[in-house]
């Protein structure tokens, strides 16, 4: 026996048909004898919708209202989940944020949890063998009492925090892919499913633009140690061997990775502005002047370059912004000309970021030199570089980024 929690996400109770089907999977490890809990996105597209009539009601809402509107979604697939797993003879009790309760901070639409009494959930699976269904996505604060939400894709922060509080042996994570990709297939038919990824790896592929799991979630599954492993929810409920291994990808401790490959995967994205601020002079402070104003508008950098300055006077420094802070950026450092002292701006937004992965990098040189020259042959500019203990980053043309991921993708042997 184990204690499972299952986290479906919005395609998987897009409608009752799919609920449905949730509850057959549900079904078939509580037959197995495990204790489950299940976590629940809202009805795909629900989100959105609730979003966008808080927009128009106004468009300067109150967040706390904000999130009593937009965490009502998953009010109803956990209801409604409660009820189907009920009409299929399992015995099951909703459960949302507030009720269990999912402690959180007041940082309304993206609170973080603080606490999570798991005492009750265990409890009733011991006394009345009782699945509970928790509605994803959603908290209350802990002083106000007012409901407050994750943060978009927040569900699966719900669930690996659930995980942690009830101590269970595994946080399965049902999506519309079946694991963890070397790359993104779409780019790279070749690419594979990982059946492994030590937690920091996941860190950094979804930070970088892998869209399967809330980076969040990944940090609780590290800090808590509770093993994630993402699966696919199309896989018919009655196709499943409850004893045997089903396809997907385990994200766990880096201990328990056998064959550590140098290179794990390739995360890439298009969502980067590239700023260079032209001319600066090149002396103490100047960094803070640029940074400190962009830090005070909430614009996250993230590459930064600076040349060494050629007459020991100005300088430049080169650095990159989500795109969409891109206006707002030049904006600020406009703004703030007169501290910073520099002659100009040049922006660039059709650049794209191509990150290469691996813990193995800590222990092999020359990994990012390899991928310099496999580039240089592709004729693919790199604009700027950043490197960390498990991972480096280039800067480059959006134009090139597919040939840049197809080129590392099997100079690192990750093709099948
Ligand atoms: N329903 C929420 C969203 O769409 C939370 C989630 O699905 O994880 O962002
Ligand atoms: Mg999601």
Same mark, same amino acid.
């Given at each position: 026996?184990?204690?499972?929690?299952?986290?479906?996400?919005?395609?998987?109770?897009?409608?009752?048909?799919?609920?449905?089907?949730?509850?057959?999977?549900?079904?078939?490890?509580?037959?197995?004898?495990?204790?489950?809990?299940?976590?629940?996105?809202?009805?795909?597209?629900?989100?959105?919708?609730?979003?966008?009539?808080?927009?128009?009601?106004?468009?300067?809402?109150?967040?706390?209202?904000?999130?009593?509107?937009?965490?009502?979604?998953?009010?109803?697939?956990?209801?409604?989940?409660?009820?189907?797993?009920?009409?299929?003879?399992?015995?099951?009790?909703?459960?949302?944020?507030?009720?269990?309760?999912?402690?959180?901070?007041?940082?309304?639409?993206?609170?973080?949890?603080?606490?999570?009494?798991?005492?009750?959930?265990?409890?009733?699976?011991?006394?009345?063998?009782?699945?509970?269904?928790?509605?994803?996505?959603?908290?209350?604060?802990?002083?106000?009492?007012?409901?407050?939400?994750?943060?978009?894709?927040?569900?699966?922060?719900?669930?690996?925090?659930?995980?942690?509080?009830?101590?269970?042996?595994?946080?399965?994570?049902?999506?519309?892919?079946?694991?963890?990709?070397?790359?993104?297939?779409?780019?790279?038919?070749?690419?594979?499913?990982?059946?492994?990824?030590?937690?920091?790896?996941?860190?950094?592929?979804?930070?970088?633009?892998?869209?399967?799991?809330?980076?969040?979630?990944?940090?609780?599954?590290?800090?808590?140690?509770?093993?994630?492993?993402?699966?696919?929810?199309?896989?018919?409920?009655?196709?499943?061997?409850?004893?045997?291994?089903?396809?997907?990808?385990?994200?766990?401790?880096?201990?328990?990775?056998?064959?550590?490959?140098?290179?794990?995967?390739?995360?890439?994205?298009?969502?980067?502005?590239?700023?260079?601020?032209?001319?600066?002079?090149?002396?103490?402070?100047?960094?803070?002047?640029?940074?400190?104003?962009? %830090?005070?508008?909430?614009?996250?950098?993230?590459?930064?370059?600076?040349?060494?300055? %050629?007459?020991?006077?100005?300088?430049?420094?080169?650095?990159?912004?989500?795109?969409?802070?891109?206006?707002?950026?030049?904006?600020?450092?406009?703004?703030?000309?007169?501290?910073?002292?520099?002659?100009?701006?040049?922006?660039?937004?059709?650049?794209?970021?191509?990150?290469?992965?691996?813990?193995?990098?800590?222990?092999?040189?020359?990994?990012?030199?390899?991928?310099?020259?496999?580039?240089?042959?592709?004729?693919?500019?790199?604009?700027?570089?950043?490197?960390?203990?498990?991972?480096?980053?280039?800067?480059?043309?959006?134009?090139?980024?597919?040939?840049?991921?197809?080129?590392?993708?099997?100079?690192?042997?990750?093709?099948?």
């Amino acid at each position: 026996m184990a204690r499972l929690v299952m986290k479906f996400g919005g395609t998987s109770v897009a409608d009752i048909d799919r609920i449905r089907n949730v509850a057959h999977h549900v079904k078939r490890e509580v037959d197995a004898g495990h204790e489950v809990a299940v976590v629940v996105s809202a009805m795909s597209g629900k989100t959105n919708e609730l979003v966008a009539w808080c927009r128009t009601a106004s468009p300067l809402h109150d967040a706390r209202e904000y999130d009593a509107v937009v965490a009502s979604g998953e009010q109803v697939t956990s209801g409604l989940l409660a009820i189907t797993l009920e009409g299929i003879g399992v015995n099951a009790r909703s459960w949302q944020g507030w009720q269990i309760p999912i402690l959180t901070d007041n940082v309304h639409g993206s609170a973080r949890i603080a606490d999570i009494d798991g005492g009750e959930l265990i409890k009733r699976f011991k006394e009345r063998k009782e699945v509970a269904v928790v509605s994803g996505f959603q908290g209350v604060h802990k002083e106000t009492g007012r409901i407050t939400t994750l943060g978009r894709g927040g569900s699966d922060t719900s669930a690996v925090a659930i995980a942690a509080a009830i101590k269970a042996d595994r946080c399965d994570i049902y999506t519309d892919v079946d694991g963890v990709y070397t790359t993104d297939p779409r780019v790279v038919p070749r690419a594979r499913r990982l059946d492994r990824v030590a937690f920091e790896e996941m860190l950094e592929l979804a930070s970088l633009g892998a869209k399967v799991l809330q980076v969040r979630s990944v940090e609780l599954g590290m800090v808590h140690k509770v093993p994630i492993f993402v699966r696919s929810s199309f896989a018919k409920p009655e196709d499943i061997d409850p004893y045997g291994t089903p396809p997907g990808t385990l994200i766990c401790n880096e201990e328990d990775i056998v064959e550590q490959q140098v290179v794990t995967g390739i995360a890439f994205s298009k969502d980067e502005a590239q700023i260079s601020v032209r001319h600066v002079p090149d002396k103490p402070g100047v960094a803070a002047a640029i940074f400190g104003p962009l %830090a005070h508008a909430s614009i996250t950098v993230d590459m930064i370059v600076q040349n060494v300055s %050629a007459d020991g006077a100005t300088t430049d420094l080169t650095f990159t912004v989500p795109a969409g802070d891109y206006r707002r950026a030049t904006d600020v450092l406009e703004k703030a000309k007169g501290t910073i002292g520099f002659k100009r701006i040049d922006g660039e937004t059709e650049v794209a970021k191509v990150s290469v992965i691996g813990i193995g990098m800590r222990s092999h040189a020359g990994v990012a030199a390899d991928a310099f020259k496999a580039l240089a042959g592709r004729g693919v500019n790199i604009r700027a570089i950043t490197t960390s203990e498990i991972k480096f980053s280039v800067l480059i043309d959006a134009a090139y980024t597919e040939l840049a991921v197809r080129t590392l993708h099997s100079l690192y042997g990750l093709d099948q």
